[in-house]
């Protein structure tokens, strides 16, 4: 229960006036009674400051809108989010990807608002961060006070989250604050209520009522996600950007991230992991974590496969096809006693056989430009391929495809395969020499 | 002059006739010289008669579907002086003939030496199949990195045997076609010799793509392989071996592997990425071989930076 300077003051609503002062002609009763009365009143106090979802509900239904993407032929909502009143009356804070049809086809879709007493009006988009899930719109008429935003309250602490989920109407969903993720690169704060397809865009709150969070994401049941509101200060900007612009803008506030993500990457210390006789980099991310991959060994196996996965968790939505900022890497180590080097090849070339998995089509991005060299890495000889496409709608952002098979071994092969979506090339460029640099041979 | 031939051209093979009569009336109507038993021949076709100087004279008799040469009706007679003088009364196709017309070489049955010995020896037939049978045990083994069960293996190895039989058939089954004869020998010789060869090819054809570091040695050999080699193997079959009409069998060869050659074709365009089409995969040459042969040289981490990685740089400036 920590006070900040947003503490609602001790004098509530609820009509009792703790600071009450109680005279006494006993100097040593009084200081027994005034004692008693702290005690009271602290006692007291936690029910004052401490909000219930009902009350969170009722003070702050009025400030939560649902939007709508809406298709200008047909009249009817193509998807369906929620915004609250952030910062200025006329402005709403909802997700990026909330809107993100919008951006994608502004001729063909438009944003509105819908209050809870059923009131309906256009929106304009004012601003976005693609990065963060954000956005901003606004209205021509304000829509009332914007909501007090926070910091988010300690873990554990309770949790309210409000939006109007699979278009059943307001709702508030309680929960507790599973703590800022680090493997979100600190971007996401944990829920474990239950967040639904609706909410996107809508507050979150602690429970004295102020707004800590957006709603994103959920992953599955009470497994959910919310933005922090430090995120959301950004957004607060005077110009409104014309909609031909936010491919523009958004391309640019990946591609800045992009290159700041990974150069802290690339300038960071890794962990090393042996894999047989490889020693490799293991997750080079608090953003990324390492799983066991290796398949099940059979008896008829002549061969051993052990394999090490590792993935990253803040990939950015950018449309229901792109999502970017992903990074994938694994390392594939094979070996064998019985197989003739002739066998065992054959085996080991039907495993190198690296393929970007997306679901961007010829709209979306170019087609793979490709080159294959053969490199020394750590004394080993390494076939090496590395492949690149841009992105037609967001020009200069690049999927990267990065493999490197060992040669040279009779018996033995490994194979590091690295993705990377929606990047900046130079910069994912400079992480795979760095990663490469990375590679040790034990002997 | 000697007596010419009449050849009548029929499913079952060429009846002959010699003309020692002043005149030959064919027709279907079976007072005729020669009988004929195709319905769209009239029951009096036409007739050829021997004139005063000793040419003859080849006259239609009927109106229905009449005289064709050359696939033009012909009304009026016509003096037979190029020979072979080639007709056809309705559907049948008949030729005149000079009686010192060279005929076909005498087909061998057992051969004295020489390449196409191959075709037509049981004991090449059955030791084709077995290099086959080797090739293909061989690919087997190669592909299989498990502990060899009798069973598994021979599963593997009886399909693919089954494979070459049937196309051995089907090969059965066109030569019976064109030729009028079965000929098991020469059709398994050419099935094994055309699948041995196809088996090596494709054992082969990683190692080059690894020496040099392209997709491009496997493209060129799939291209030659379905577009000339195996269609001009087939023509070669039938005409050489079989003595089939060089027109018909290419045209039959075309059509039989029309479908083939456009499927692999197709396939041949997409995997080796030559139209530059978009695709959702990324080409690039990903065979390995246990010996490092190869024209590329290899080199450090900082060349690799700044040499290839750029070259790939969707952003044209970069590259």
Redesign the interface.
């Known amino acids: 229960m920590a006070s900040s300077p947003e503490d609602p003051p001790l004098f509530h609503s609820r009509g009792r006036y703790p600071g009450a002062v109680i005279r006494n002609r006993h100097p040593a009763l009084f200081a027994l009674r005034l004692t008693a009365l702290l005690i009271l009143l602290c006692a007291a106090a936690a029910p004052v400051l401490a909000l219930d979802s009902q009350a969170i509900f009722e003070r702050n239904e009025q400030a939560v809108y649902q939007i709508h993407v809406v298709n200008r032929d047909t009249g009817k909502k193509s998807s369906i989010g929620s915004g609250f009143i952030f910062d200025r009356p006329q402005h709403l804070a909802t997700n990026y990807h909330v809107v993100s049809q919008f951006i994608e086809k502004p001729d063909r879709y438009e944003l509105r608002f819908v209050a809870s007493d059923g009131t309906e009006g256009p929106l304009r988009l004012v601003a976005v961060d693609a990065v963060h899930d954000l956005a901003l719109v606004e209205a021509d008429a304000p829509f009332g006070d914007p909501l007090q935003v926070s910091e988010p309250p300690p873990k554990g602490a309770a949790l309210y989250a409000m939006g109007n989920p699979l278009d059943l109407g307001l709702t508030i969903a309680a929960g507790t604050n599973g703590g800022v993720l680090s493997q979100t690169d600190d971007s996401r704060i944990l829920f474990s209520g239950s967040l639904n397809a609706g909410m996107s865009g809508g507050p979150t709150f602690d429970e004295r009522g102020t707004v800590v969070g957006i709603n994103v994401s959920t992953a599955r049941n009470d497994i959910s996600f919310i933005v922090p509101t430090r995120y959301l200060q950004s957004l607060s900007v005077a110009n409104v950007v014309p909609a031909e612009d936010f491919r523009r803008v958004i391309t640019q506030q990946i591609r800045e991230y992009q290159i700041r993500y990974l150069q802290g990457m690339i300038d960071g210390a890794w962990p090393s992991t042996d894999l047989r006789r490889m020693r490799v980099p293991g997750a080079i991310s608090p953003t990324v974590r390492c799983w066991d991959a290796s398949p099940k060994p059979k ?5 051993r496969r052990f394999s090490i996965s590792c993935k990253n968790e803040n990939d950015i939505y950018l449309s229901d096809t792109l999502e970017v900022g992903k990074i994938l890497y694994e390392y594939l180590w094979i070996e ?1 006693d019985h ?1 003739e ?9 039907a495993l ?5 998995s ?1 679901k ?3 709209d979306d991005v ?12 750590s004394g080993q ?1 390494f ?9 037609k709608n967001y020009p ?1 952002l ?1 999927d990267l ?1 990065f ?1 490197a ?1 060992m ?2 071994h ?1 018996r033995q ?1 490994f194979i590091f395969n690295l993705d990377l979506s929606g990047t900046d ?2 910069a994912a ?1 400079r992480l ?2 760095r990663m ?2 990375g590679l040790q041979w034990l002997p | 002059m000697a007596s010419l031939i009449v050849e009548i051209q029929s499913r079952h093979g060429a009846q002959y006739h010699r003309i020692d009569t002043p005149s030959l009336r064919l027709g279907r109507a079976l007072d005729n010289d020669i009988i004929l038993a195709d319905p769209s021949v009239s029951p009096y076709h036409c007739i050829v008669h021997r004139n005063d100087n000793g040419s003859y004279t080849l006259k239609s008799l009927a109106d229905e579907n009449g005289i064709r040469i050359g696939g033009r009706r012909i009304e009026d007679p016509v003096t037979v002086d190029h020979l072979p003088l080639v007709f056809d009364a309705g559907r049948t196709r008949i030729r005149i003939l000079d009686p010192a017309h060279i005929v076909a070489p005498t087909r061998m049955i057992s051969c004295h030496g020489g390449s196409v010995c191959m075709f037509g020896h049981w004991g090449w037939a059955l030791l084709l199949f077995a290099l086959l049978t080797l090739i293909s045990a061989f690919d087997n083994y190669l592909s299989t990195p498990l502990t060899l069960t009798w069973e598994s293996f021979w599963r593997d190895q009886a399909i693919i045997m089954m494979v070459a039989l049937g196309l051995v058939v089907s090969l059965l089954i066109i030569n019976r076609i064109t030729s009028h004869r079965w000929d098991l020998p020469s059709s398994l010789s050419f099935v094994s010799l055309l699948l041995a060869t196809a088996l090596v090819l494709d054992l082969m054809i990683p190692y080059a793509d690894y020496f040099f570091t392209s997709p491009l040695p496997g493209f060129i050999v799939g291209l030659a392989w379905s577009l000339i080699l195996l269609p001009w193997a087939m023509a070669w079959f039938l005409v050489r071996l079989h003595h089939g009409n060089t027109a018909a069998s290419i045209v039959f060869v075309v059509v039989l592997l029309l479908p083939a050659a456009y499927y692999q074709l197709k396939e041949i365009v997409s995997h080796y990425d030559l139209l530059n089409t978009f695709s959702k995969r990324s080409f690039y040459s990903d065979t390995l071989s246990p010996w490092d042969r190869r024209l590329q040289s290899t080199l450090s981490i900082d060349e690799f930076s700044a040499m290839s990685i750029p070259t790939v740089s969707p952003d044209t400036a970069d590259r």
């Open positions: 008896d008829e196996h002549l061969y064998s197989l080097p002739l066998r065992f090849y054959r085996l080991y070339q190198n056989n690296s393929q970007f997306s961007a089509d010829k170019e087609r793979f430009r490709c080159d294959t060299q053969f490199v020394d890495l000889t076939k090496t391929t590395v492949c690149a496409r841009g992105y200069g690049s495809l493999s098979a040669v040279g009779d092969g090339f130079s460029s795979i020499v490469l640099e």
